[in-house]
């Protein structure tokens, strides 16, 4: 596809299950990033991955979180034993270099935790 | 943490009109960019400005920049009513750490 995405749109989970999302980044692009947004605010950084390199997890709340990229396209980001504070909506953005370019965000993905 | 503050929260105006945002931020940037967001999904790149500019034209948008005060504006002119939705600052702090801080957003509803 021409853009970002991203799967599944949406997805309810009961407190204490795992969850997995993923994000398919643009064809070439080799930055990719995950952030979270939860209802009626910003967008909260996550993760990033640049390429091979090591990447930065500054951004996730927590040891429950985690997420890779496979062969440096593909990301899953993985949310273990939920809680009713996770749920949010996670959105992924690719860029083609690293440097000062836009990120081009895919539609996002809607968790809600019961 | 956020990085960035939209002003105002909302704001409607009827069509045609101008409408003016504003984005404030607490440490030094790299690049300030404005980001669109329709019905609370993917968010769309509007317009990026580099820390060394002052101002920047992209059709009916003009963004200022001005970091002496750590503030942008974002200006769109004779709005549509496909201009509703919300508008978003992100700024990076360094060139080579290209993770965006994003700020609380303004709602802008353009009333026909």
């Known amino acids: 596809g021409a853009g970002v995405s991203q799967s599944p749109s949406n997805k309810v989970t009961e407190k204490g299950k795992d969850v997995e999302l993923r994000c398919d980044p643009i064809?070439?692009?080799?930055?990719l990033y995950w952030y979270r947004q939860s209802l009626g605010q910003g967008l909260e950084f996550l993760i990033y991955f640049q390429g091979n390199s090591a990447p930065d997890k500054s951004g996730l709340p927590s040891d429950r979180f985690s997420a890779e990229r496979t062969g440096g396209s593909v990301s899953t980001l993985t949310i273990q034993r939920t809680q009713q504070e996770d749920s949010a909506v996670y959105l992924c953005a690719s860029s083609l270099v690293r440097g000062l370019n836009e990120q081009f965000f895919g539609p996002g993905t809607r968790l809600t935790v019961l | 943490s956020q990085q960035g503050e939209e002003d105002p929260q909302a704001l409607s105006i009827q069509e045609g009109e101008n409408a003016t945002m504003n984005c404030s931020y607490k440490?030094?940037?790299?690049?300030l960019q404005w980001y669109r967001q329709n019905s609370g999904r993917g968010l769309v790149h509007l317009i990026l400005?580099?820390?060394?500019?002052r101002e920047k034209h992209s059709g009916r948008l003009r963004v200022t920049l001005d970091t002496s005060k750590k503030s942008s504006s974002l200006l769109i002119t004779a709005s549509r009513a496909a201009d509703t939705a919300s508008y978003f600052c992100a700024t990076a702090i360094n060139f080579g750490n290209e993770k965006l801080t994003f700020g609380t957003g303004t709602r802008l509803t353009i009333i026909p």
């Open positions: 064809s070439g692009h080799t930055a």
């Open positions: 440490t030094s940037i790299n690049n």
């Open positions: 400005i580099r820390s060394n500019e």
